[in-house]
């Protein structure tokens, strides 16, 4: 881990990925270690439109969504360390591995996703990530996934 670690709030965030609500699922990402690793934050909240339908009556945040945020976490992990801000940068995924979910994500839990990068370089298109989705300590899903980002030059 780097001495000096990077943080991401919603307002860089906003500048490094395209998405906006109801499909922006990180609300901060801390502990930037370059391309290496990062923290990302997800406070999950009952107004999200997903509980709507997920279940009626007993809201649980479907797993989609949640390997989404970690998606997005690693995007800005590596969009604030190359300095994507205001860049048009766009990651589409290839492929999720290893998959696997633990337990239910409700309203009111704050989800923290740790990611690490096991393959990418700056200048590189494709990009590997571990994922490991937690709340309160306790493990809620985890994954491996491939994504290529179209980084402009």
Wanted: aromatic share 6%; glycine share 10%.
């Amino acid at each position: 881990m780097s001495d000096t670690l990077l943080r991401a709030d919603i307002h860089l965030i906003q500048r490094i990925l395209p998405h906006r609500y109801p499909f922006l699922l990180v609300d901060r990402v801390d502990q930037i270690d370059g391309t290496s690793s990062a923290l990302g934050i997800k406070n999950v909240t009952m107004n999200e439109p997903h509980f709507q339908g997920h279940f009626p009556g007993m809201p649980i945040m479907p797993g989609v969504t949640i390997i989404e945020a970690m998606a997005q976490t690693a995007a800005v992990m590596v969009g604030t360390t190359l300095d994507m801000a205001d860049r048009e940068m766009k990651v589409y995924f290839m492929a999720i591995d290893k998959c696997k979910f633990r337990r239910k994500v409700i309203p009111g839990d704050t989800l923290e996703m740790r990611l690490t990068t096991l393959r990418g370089k700056p200048g590189g298109k494709v990009w590997k990530f571990g994922g490991v989705a937690t709340v309160g300590g306790e493990m809620a899903a985890e994954a491996e996934f491939s994504a290529m980002m179209d980084l402009p030059a």
